[in-house]
C-alpha cells in the first residue's frame, strides 16, 4: 500500500465562519501537496469547509462521532452524519474526550467501528498523563489504549494513530525525540502482534502535542513518524502551512 504522510490539524472548539477564511488560504497555498492534509473544524463548519476544500486535495475531518449510526441521542451527531456533511475522517479517543466525557478505550473502538461503517478514515489518539510518564508506566498505558481503541477490521487504511502525550498538549512541552521514537516503534510492532507481521507498515503514526513550526521537522525526521496531529498551530494557515512544508521535504 502507499502510505502518505498526513499532516492534520484539530481545531477543537475554536472557531466559527471567519475562521474558514485559514482553510481557503491552505487551499490556495498548497494546490498538489506530496503528504495528506487533514483538517477537522468544528461539527457546525464541516459541511462549509468541504465546500472550501472540495477542488483541492485537502480533506475535511470531524473530532468525535457516537457510535450508533442513528437514534434517540440528543446532542450526538453520527458517523453516516459527518460523512453526509462531507467530512471524510474522524478523530476519536482525544484525551480531551477521554477526560472530559469519560471515554474509554472500548467506547473508543465502538465509534472507531461506526466510523469505519461509514466510509470515515478513524483518527484514534492515544497518550499518557506526566504522572504515568514520570511512572515509567507509558508502555504499558499505550499498549492497553491501544488493545482497547482499535476494534477488528482495523487496517491502516481506514485508521490512523496520533501518540499525542497529554501533558504536551497546548503546553509547549515536547518529548524528546528518542521518547517519540520509542513509543511510536513501539505502536508499530503491537500493531504487527494484532494485525499480523507486515500489517504495521500500512499505518500512518501521528506525532501530536506542541507541534510548531519550529520543532516540525526535527520531529518529522524521527522514524516512525509519519505526520502529525496539530492543535493550536493549525488555527492559522501561517503556522501550519510551515508544518506542511516540513513534513513534505
Ligand atoms: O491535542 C492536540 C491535537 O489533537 C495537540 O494540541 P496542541 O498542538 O495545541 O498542543
Known sequence: MMKRKLAAGNWKMNGTTPSLAELQALVSVHKTPSVDILICPPATLIAQAAGISADSTIMIGAQDC??????????????PMLADAGAGAVILGH????????????????????????????????????AQREGAQTLDVIADQLAGSLPDGTTGANTVIAYEPIWAIGTGLTPSLEQI????????????????????????????GSVKPENAAEIFATSNVDGALVGGASLKADDFSPIINALES
Open 181 to 208: 521514537g520509542e513509543v511510536h516503534a513501539f505502536i508499530r510492532s503491537r500493531l504487527d502482534d494484532r494485525f499480523g507481521a507486515g500489517a504495521a507498515q500500512d499505518f500512518r503514526l501521528l506525532y501530536g
Open 95 to 130: 484525551s480531551e474526550r477521554r477526560e472530559n466525557h469519560n471515554e474509554t478505550s472500548d467506547l473508543v473502538a465502538k465509534k472507531a467501528l461506526a466510523a469505519h461503517a461509514a466510509s470515515l478514515i478513524a483518527l484514534v489518539c492515544l497518550g499518557e498523563t506526566l
Open 66 to 79: 457516537h457510535a450508533a449510526a442513528s437514534g434517540a441521542h440528543t446532542g450526538d451527531i453520527s458517523a
